[in-house]
């Protein structure tokens, strides 16, 4: 490649746990309609097993992201762990560090560089984006002809019964990210940032483990989340609004304009409907602002029942989303009524479907049968949107792109990315789909025994090629003490 430099992402991989629990058997065993869940979550999940953890899946992707990529790992001078479900506070990306070091002395392959950073990024959903932009600046500085690996990893668990159950997900993506781009650009440049405290959005505060009643048939120390559904909805459409249009403001460019002329469209994507909601909302709000198809506005205003004036209003305004549920509690309302109103019934438009269809498209597939991975979801729908554009042999060179990132609590990112030359390359050598290949289906009684923490019969597994825990330490005297301390080894 000849001129500007253009640093980004030039490989990825993916790692998933093999045990899978489909929505549509969920739903038998729970009572809730197939019908619904299909259309608005998804079609399964994946459930991490007794041998694994986060630094596990996250130290196999980026095992993958080395063989498959042929990478010398003496130049890796950046190994970034994008995670919110990390189990010690005091090291982070070094604990994979260590894993993968072990696995390729056994593969007769050179450790990692002796001089790698290894920072690990917390906020939530977004960690690994941040990870990402950490990773971009770093080749764009000071790697010389080094370059940097980052690994979103994650487990999102949810109590059996509550509103998130069917949510769930686990798995890594790991990015190989150097000065001149294999795959695609990482725009930096133009990127839209935003950040705001929603206090009781989704959190995990520690005092939770202390309160009897949470998780109380669970055995295991478990990792559910505190969250408030419908506030945590209006904290994820106000802080992606904040970050796109942001974004389209160091781009100098319409909101109309550039929804229309983006090749694609990725979102952090909790569940499949997330990101629709998302994108009708953002487009209600570029054509309350006068920037595209103000006839379209009216008609849909008067379907809604609600007045443009006053959609034009909200689209002005700058809620404080933390005051009010302070004051309002479980009764906080929508802080967009109009928007939400005029959107959702922008969703029933065929032109409107048609449009995201278009543009949601490449790794929508594949993406239904991940469920949530957190930290995750965003780098995995895009892993499947180029190895779906390889395998079809799509023409999206050069064709813009966008990323949307979003951590609950909450902060977003909406960041630029553009398929480079060679880009199929790269991305024939993803193997997502080799990743969830030959998945373990679980019976009802093995999904709520390993959710649970309780022995799971009839479960066979041995592990291959991927690292498993072997014991967690008991040592607690004065001149050693290892309690609580994962070990690990690679199985191969």
Same mark, same amino acid.
């Given at each position: 490649m000849?001129?500007?430099a253009k ?6 991989s993916?790692?998933?746990p ?11 065993w ?16 994946r ?34 762990l ?11 990306a ?22 790698c ?6 906020h ?16 764009s ?24 159950e ?18 695609f ?41 505190v ?10 459409l ?26 694609s ?53 700058n809620?404080?989303?933390? =005051? *009010? ?5 479980? !009764?906080?309302?929508? &802080?967009?009524?109009? +928007?939400? /109103?005029?959107?959702?019934? @922008? ?29 995750a ?10 190895e ?24 977003a990112?909406?960041i ?10 790269? =991305? *024939?050598?993803?193997?997502l789909?080799? !990743?969830?290949?030959? &998945?373990?289906?679980? +019976?009802? /009684?093995q999904?709520?025994? @390993? ?42």
């Amino acid at each position: 490649m000849s001129g500007v430099a253009k640093p980004g992402v030039s490989a990825m991989s993916a790692y998933v746990p093999p045990f899978r629990v489909r929505l549509q058997d969920w739903c038998d065993w729970t009572g809730n309609s197939w019908d619904k869940i299909q259309v608005v979550v998804g079609r399964s999940f994946r459930v991490p097993g007794r041998h694994e953890n986060v630094y596990t899946m996250a130290a196999n992707a980026v095992l993958r992201l080395i063989e498959q990529n042929d990478i010398d790992p003496q130049r890796v001078g950046f190994l970034g762990l994008g995670t919110e479900s990390s189990t010690d506070n005091a090291a982070g990306a070094v604990i994979v560090r260590g894993m993968v070091d072990r696995a390729l002395d056994a593969l007769g392959k050179p450790r990692l560089s002796r001089n790698c950073e290894v920072p690990e990024f917390k906020h939530a959903c977004l960690g690994g984006i941040y990870a990402l932009k950490a990773a971009t600046r770093y080749v764009s500085c000071d790697a010389g002809d080094r370059v940097g690996i980052v690994v979103c990893a994650d487990v999102a668990e949810y109590e059996r019964g509550s509103t998130g159950e069917q949510t769930q997900g686990a798995g890594a993506v790991a990015m190989l990210v150097t000065s001149e781009a294999e795959l695609f650009e990482v725009d930096l440049a133009h990127s839209g940032s935003a950040s705001d405290y929603r206090g009781p959005d989704f959190r995990k505060p520690f005092a939770r483990h202390f309160h009897e009643a949470y998780a109380p048939e669970t055995q295991r120390m478990s990792d559910f989340p505190v969250f408030s559904g419908k506030y945590s909805t209006y904290s994820y459409l106000d802080e992606t609004v904040m970050a796109v249009e942001e974004m389209l403001r160091r781009l100098n460019v319409s909101a109309g304009q550039y929804y229309h002329s983006v090749h694609s469209l990725f979102f952090h994507r909790p569940y499949e409907m997330m990101p629709v909601q998302a994108m009708s909302f953002l487009y209600v709000r570029g054509m309350a602002r006068g920037d595209h198809y103000q006839k379209q506005l009216h008609e849909l205003c008067e379907a809604a029942g609600v007045s443009v004036e006053t959609l034009v209003e909200e689209s002005l305004s700058n809620p404080d989303l933390f =005051a *009010s549920v302070s004051e309002q509690g479980a !009764a906080v309302t929508d &802080p967009y009524k109009a +928007t939400s /109103a005029v959107a959702s019934v @922008l969703r029933k438009k065929p032109e409107f479907r048609d449009l995201l269809g278009q543009k949601m498209s490449m790794g929508a597939a594949t993406v239904r049968d991940l469920g949530n991975l957190y930290s995750a979801a965003l780098p995995v729908w895009i892993a499947a949107g180029f190895e779906q554009a390889a395998e079809q042999e799509l023409d999206i060179m050069a064709r813009p792109m966008v990323a949307v990132g979003y951590g609950s609590g909450d902060a977003a990112e909406a960041i630029p990315i553009t398929p480079v030359p060679g880009w199929h390359r790269a =991305a *024939s050598r993803i193997a997502l789909k080799q !990743a969830l290949a030959n &998945p373990v289906d679980l +019976t009802r /009684a093995q999904y709520e025994a @390993l959710h649970d923490g309780h022995e799971v019969k009839g479960l066979e597994y041995a592990p291959r090629a991927e690292f498993v825990i072997t014991h967690v330490g008991q040592s607690y005297e004065p001149a050693f003490q290892d309690l609580g301390v994962e070990y690990y080894k690679y199985v191969g």
